[in-house]
Nanobody, 128 residues
């Protein structure tokens, strides 16, 4: 049973940066694709980024975050990161990570298809 925990959220000004971390106890993340998702107030959850088990394949929501967010993983630390730069007010949300039951992200990762282990999330607030 993977118990996933997110950390690194906080309050940041527009244009600032944060690095979120996704770790797990009770098992290793290394066999799973890992996705970062967010839910803004009054909106549906959306996929932000996904990384394959090996780290060789990464996917991002186009336009809104690509070029500003970078997903990566450190197997030795059993951690997946989401580096966020040039943050905007519309990035304000609760960010959660999840392990997919497959090693690859899959075509429908943004819809969280087959993502089975979820953390409680970490709040990111972008405001001046």
């Amino acid at each position: 049973q993977l118990d996933i925990v997110e950390s690194g959220g906080g309050l940041v000004q527009p244009g600032g940066s944060l690095r979120l971390a996704c770790t797990a106890s009770g098992g290793s993340l290394e066999y799973f694709a890992i996705g970062w998702f967010r839910r803004a107030p009054g909106k549906e959850r959306e996929g932000v980024a996904c990384i394959s088990y090996s780290g060789d394949d990464t996917m991002y929501i186009e336009e809104s975050v690509k070029g500003r967010f970078t997903i990566s993983r450190d197997s030795a630390k059993n951690t997946v990161y989401l580096q966020m730069r040039n943050l905007k007010s519309e990035d304000t949300a609760v960010y959660s990570c999840s392990a997919r039951s497959q090693p690859m992200c899959g075509t429908y990762w943004t819809a969280a298809k087959e993502f089975i282990n979820w953390g409680l999330g970490t709040q990111v607030t972008v405001s001046s």
